[in-house]
């Protein structure tokens, strides 16, 4: 309010306390001081009220129960978990649990929305329908529904484990690798030796590697008009790993599912739990179908006249996409196709539906309803959707300023 | 150019030929079929895959659908009736169609109460969707509130009639003082007067409790599709003018007032709904004076429309980020004030240019609905799950009902965005 003061000096000495509503140059002091005295006064209110409840609950607020076994079991979880685990250990089991089914759907929901949108733009009358017919479907029905449906249909299907077992099966491994029974998909697992450090290592060199080339391949395109060809860069990114996965033998393994160590189930590999899979299924069908539409509305939005003038130029198609199309179509598909990865995150909390143990299940909760502590629970719960969506959210700024176009 | 060539050639046709039909394969059906299904072949290929997945689809569905039993009173019945054909059982959705409607305890001799509610919902919308309509009617849109609250609640006619009458009163508060004021101390007037008004109705209420009373019904004993729609219509109209003021504190040039619209928005679209659910079934009861005992219901719309309007602000914020900044100059120019400049030229445009982003808001916030069932309130999916499977006598029903459920909500929201396509084009004012 220090303007107030300072210019009702200066100007005149006829300051009136009418002015501070009808003249402009206070009016917006005067309803932001409103503005913020109400919100005080609203937070003041909340935070007495909040005191008063707890004291006459006798709680107080302390995180210290986190520290306290849990006692309870996690059907799928990522870290070394036992219901002997403290609270917080089951938290972060579903913090796992959270981040691997939305990491899983966005790259599912990604390729069926692509597909989907690409196709629905397809000449073939039959096949554009039958994609609008599942992009509407999908999109004018609760996402609670579809995974409580999607979620049935993977509880009900499934075999018993007892019909891959033995030296003579009733059902064979799927490519000898997955069995899919009543208690969910046998898969192979990913084994560490020592020396696995530098198989990631050579992993991630790959990767940079790959987009190094890209960028030089670029760089001397735009400088001395020479085209290098691309396939180096799959080389790099390929070549790497497996250069280092053979260097370091042992380093890294597949345990298989092994259906002939006992009679009653397969052992070794990996068991997907159906919460898992069904959860994944569910959210990367209805966010696809989001997707398809965003695809759909990229690809329009290049006028037609871009295409012809590429075309005119001497590109040809393949050139065309990669070029000019795509470009300009990714300019539109990223924010929103962001977005929909957020939704799906966001979306993944409805895992209590099927009994997946994420985030919302574990602390929001088991968690919650044995300790009681709903607000530090609900507190820690907000703030993890807060800050995976703050984070997510800043990239796709960095991303938008960078593509954007430069105008004016 | 037929001209040029006329001395060079030996011979030139002095008579037309009559015009012939095109080729029978660049004529109808089949022409059709060629370009649309046929054009090359790995479209042919995809045509074919196309038909399999279909005929695939259609011969599962079609006799489950068409073979239903639609009257017997268990799952056993049902099974018995079919004799293992597969066919679907549908028969719980005959025997537990108020159920699913109307949730389980709703009073079954008051249910024409809310269906009427439902019926004259679409007469309240109508004059709003659709322009056409004479503007009177508005008038019906307008006193809607009231009378579905009366209908569907119950209770006396007074609590609605009084606070019908306290918003008349505002309103007339308003336009008295608005000649004198400008727009926010009007409306701080307003909310005065009304406030006034809903005050003093409270000792004529209790003096007269019975007054065309229809039996009261407790907000925990709605359930069903209808709670759905309670909430969604609620939600999404209470929600726009909150989205409208949002989005005008982000956009505003105030640093406080923007700040704090900022953090509102960017906090409650950061986390999912479903937290803002068991901050409502949990939370909230620890932030209110001690002894309030507070409806939950209402708990869900308040924290419901926090949700929305959050994310409409966005969407208006797009509207108004659209608009050319001629616009807001013109405004200026012409001597209006803020409040003047905002009503009659800037979000009547921002507005029309938004519809499509709110439909989007109001259809998904329609789907979120669903979500109550999971902090265990019952509405229609919440019915299913619940008391319906759980029941001895249709454990195992699942497609019948989840399908009956998705269609429900298929319809509605199909519908809503149909409409806002063709609103769409209606509003259309640039000409292409």
């Known amino acids: ?408 | 150019m037929s001209d040029t060539h006329a001395q060079s050639v030996a011979y030139v046709r002095e008579s037309f030929i009559d015009q012939q039909p095109a080729p029978i394969t660049e004529t109808g059906a089949i022409k059709w079929l060629r370009t649309n299904l046929f054009s090359s072949i790995p479209y042919t290929i995809l045509t074919f895959v196309a038909i399999y997945v279909i005929y695939v689809l259609l011969s599962g569905f079609l006799p489950w659908l068409l073979g239903g039993v639609w009257n017997a009173s268990s799952i056993r019945e049902c099974r018995e009736m079919m004799g293992g054909s597969g066919a679907g059982c549908f028969a719980v959705l005959t025997e537990r169609w108020n159920q699913l409607l109307f949730g389980f305890s709703y009073p079954s001799e008051e249910y024409w109460r809310p269906s009427l509610a439902f019926v004259l919902l679409f007469v309240a919308v109508a004059p709003v969707l659709f322009a056409a309509l004479p503007r009177k009617m508005l008038v019906i849109t307008l006193l809607y509130p009231f009378i579905a609250y009366w209908l569907i609640w119950g209770g006396t006619i007074l609590v609605s009639a009084f606070a019908l009458l306290g918003v008349v009163g505002g309103y007339f508060a308003y336009t008295m003082a608005e000649r004198r004021a400008g727009f926010a101390l009007s409306l701080l007037v307003a909310v005065l007067a009304a406030v006034a008004i809903w005050w003093l109705s409270g000792f004529a209420v209790a003096e007269e409790p019975g007054f065309l009373e229809l039996p009261p019904v407790e907000s925990r004993n709605m359930g069903g599709f209808m709670l759905n729609m309670m909430l969604g219509v609620v939600c999404v109209s209470l929600s726009l003018p909150f989205g409208i003021v949002l989005a005008l504190g982000r956009q505003s040039r105030l640093p406080i007032i923007k700040f704090i619209c900022v953090a509102f928005i960017e906090f409650v679209r950061g986390v999912p709904l479903i937290t803002l659910l068991f901050v409502a079934n949990v939370v909230l009861a620890y932030f209110l004076p001690p002894g309030t005992t507070f409806d939950l219901i209402l708990r869900v719309i308040i924290m419901i429309t926090m949700f929305a309007s959050a994310y409409i602000a966005e969407v208006i914020r797009g509207g108004l980020a659209a608009l050319p900044r001629g616009q807001y100059e013109g405004a200026e120019s012409l001597g209006l004030d803020y409040w003047q400049s905002m009503r009659l030229i800037i979000l009547p445009q921002a507005l029309k240019i938004s519809i499509p982003g709110i439909v989007n808001v109001a259809v998904g916030l329609f789907k979120d609905t669903t979500l109550v069932s999971i902090i265990s309130m019952f509405d229609v999916v919440g019915m299913i799950r619940g008391p319906i499977l759980a029941s001895t006598d249709w454990n195992g029903v699942y497609w019948e009902l989840y399908g009956f459920a998705a269609l429900l909500f298929f319809v509605t929201c199909y519908g809503i965005s149909q409409y806002s396509q063709w609103l769409e084009r209606q509003l259309a004012t640039d000409h292409r």
């Not at chain 1, 995974?147 to 499934?158: A, E, H, K, Y």
């Not at chain 1, 985030?359 to 993890?384: K, P, V």
């Open chain 1, 1 to 408: 309010m220090a303007s107030i003061s300072d210019s009702d000096a200066n100007q005149s000495s006829s300051f009136k306390l009418s002015m501070l509503v009808n003249d402009t140059r206070y009016r917006g002091l005067t309803f932001q001081f409103i503005a913020l005295m109400l919100i005080i006064f609203l937070m003041a209110w909340l935070g007495m009220n909040l005191v008063r409840n707890l004291a006459a609950a006798g709680l107080d607020i302390s995180y210290g129960f986190l520290d306290q076994s849990a006692g309870y079991d996690i059907n799928q979880a990522l870290i070394p978990y036992t219901s002997q685990s403290s609270h917080l250990q089951a938290a972060i089991v579903g913090v796992l649990n959270t981040l691997l089914v939305a990491l899983l759907g966005c790259v599912t929901a990604t390729i069926i929305g692509v597909t989907a949108g690409v196709l629905r733009l397809s000449k073939n009358w039959l096949i554009s329908r039958l994609m609008s017919a599942y992009v509407e479907a999908f999109r004018n029905v609760p996402v609670l529904i579809w995974i409580l449906m999607i979620g049935t249909i993977v509880t009900v299907s499934g075999g018993n484990p007892r019909e891959f077992l033995g030296e003579d099966p009733n059902s064979n491994l799927f490519l000898g690798a997955f069995a899919f029974t009543n208690r969910g998909l046998y898969a192979p697992a990913v084994e560490l030796g020592p020396g696995a450090i530098f198989v990631a290592i050579a992993v991630v060199v790959g990767i940079v590697g790959f987009f190094l080339w890209r960028r030089h391949v670029k760089k001397t395109l735009f400088q001395s008009g020479k085209l290098l060809p691309a396939w180096p860069s799959w080389l790099i990114l390929i070549g790497l790993p497996v250069i280092a996965y053979f260097a370091f033998a042992g380093a890294v393994s597949l345990s298989m599912p092994d259906t002939m160590a006992n009679r009653f189930n397969i052992q070794g590999g990996t068991l997907v739990g159906k919460p898992l899979i069904a959860l994944w299924l569910a959210l990367s069908v209805y966010t696809g179908a989001f997707i398809a539409e965003n695809v759909r509305a990229g690809i329009l939005a290049v006028s037609k006249g871009q295409t012809e003038a590429a075309a005119a130029l001497g590109l040809r198609p393949r050139r065309v996409m990669n070029l000019v199309v795509l470009p300009q179509a990714l300019r539109v598909i990223i924010p929103p196709l962001i977005s929909q990865y957020l939704n799906l995150t966001k979306n993944s909390s409805l895992a209590i539906a099927v009994g997946y143990a994420d985030i919302t299940a574990t602390l929001g909760g088991i968690t919650l309803n044995q300790t009681g502590r709903a607000i530090e629970c609900i507190l820690m719960l907000m703030l993890f959707y807060l800050i995976i969506s703050l984070s997510i959210s800043a990239i796709m700024n960095v991303y938008n300023s960078r593509v954007a176009l430069k105008e004016r």
